[in-house]
């Protein structure tokens, strides 16, 4: 049966999260910290949990393996198993500086997909600023042994942010999240990361965490990288509503909108909905259902679901493949 799915996300407890998650959008746990909420998640490190409906209480991944493809979409069928990962992550340190593989070294290698990913900034604190890419194209030795000599924020590109910033990160570019920063992420359905600096942090053992810098080697981009932003008007896909495509590409579509009023929209056979709400209160109606949305929540909707409508007012974003 398709309907629209509320659901619940696994949490994480990394030691540079914070508690914005939990105090300001509504997670419920015991956790100290929650670093980042996994608002979309079928993976073997984290699974959604459908929260209302006839499947509630049942992980999506066995929902959808129970449904078909037909659930995902015509854009899904090219990958071999559930295609995204979005996340809400609350950065109240920095994270370490890392990279991510394409699918061509993380298929073989470790067993998953690469990662691109998508971050749209939600908040950042004054003088918030991200690591992405390198200052100037360097040579793989020059890399090795920046990481050796502990001069690697050296040579990387810092990059100022605000509220609405959004930064497009291909598979094998160096980032870092700093501090003070709250992003959606919008990512390839993958947990593989390759760490090369964490400020000399001690992890919850008491010992320095692990570096991956031979995979690193192998896998990061040398040369400086572009932010890639997109400002295209979305009148293609929701009506009565104000917004911008952040990113399209071979693994994702994105989109901010801002809902004010009642806007209609349509999860089509060519690809799910996930809407995950950033700021305000919506409803969200079909011919036979109605699911009340409120900030830090989010919601599937299986491909071929139909026309929808949203009421109310609020901050969102859509993703689809």
Request: aromatic share 10%; net charge negative; glycine share 10%.
């Given at each position: ?25 509504g997670k ?91 971050w749209y ?196 974003i859509l993703?689809?493949?």
């Amino acid at each position: 049966m398709k309907y629209p799915m509320k659901l619940r996300a696994p949490l994480k407890d990394y030691l540079w999260g914070g508690t914005r998650l939990r105090d300001e959008y509504g997670k419920e746990t015991q956790l100290t910290k929650v670093a980042e909420s996994w608002e979309l998640a079928c993976h073997k490190d984290g699974m959604s949990v459908i929260a209302n409906g006839a499947a509630a209480g049942r992980t999506l991944a066995d929902w959808l393996a129970a449904e078909g493809q037909y659930a995902l979409g015509r854009n899904a069928e090219k990958f071999p198993y559930f295609p995204l990962l979005i996340k809400l992550i609350d950065a109240h340190d920095d994270l370490s500086v890392q990279v991510h593989p394409a699918d061509d070294y993380a298929l073989p290698v470790e067993g998953e997909y690469g990662k691109t990913e998508l971050w749209y900034i939600v908040d950042a604190a004054p003088g918030a600023e991200l690591i992405y890419g390198f200052a100037h194209e360097i040579s793989k030795e020059e890399f090795q042994h920046h990481i050796e000599d502990d001069t690697l924020l050296d040579v990387v590109r810092h990059v100022s942010v605000q509220k609405g910033d959004v930064f497009f990160i291909p598979a094998g570019t160096l980032h870092a999240i700093g501090k003070g920063i709250f992003i959606c992420e919008i990512q390839q359905n993958s947990n593989t990361t390759y760490r090369v600096y964490d400020y000399g942090r001690l992890g919850a053992d008491g010992k320095p965490r692990a570096l991956n810098v031979e995979k690193a080697l192998d896998v990061t981009c040398l040369a400086p990288s572009r932010e890639q932003k997109q400002t295209v008007p979305m009148a293609d896909i929701c009506a009565g509503a104000k917004g911008r495509l952040l990113a399209s590409c071979d693994y994702f579509t994105v989109y901010h909108v801002n809902a004010a009023g009642v806007c209609t929209l349509e999860a089509g056979a060519d690809s799910f909905h996930c809407l995950t709400v950033l700021d305000g209160v919506l409803t969200l109606q079909t011919d036979s259902d109605k699911v009340y949305m409120l900030k830090g929540e989010s919601v599937f909707l299986p491909a071929g679901l139909g026309r929808y409508e949203l009421h109310g007012n609020g901050e969102l974003i859509l993703s689809k493949i």
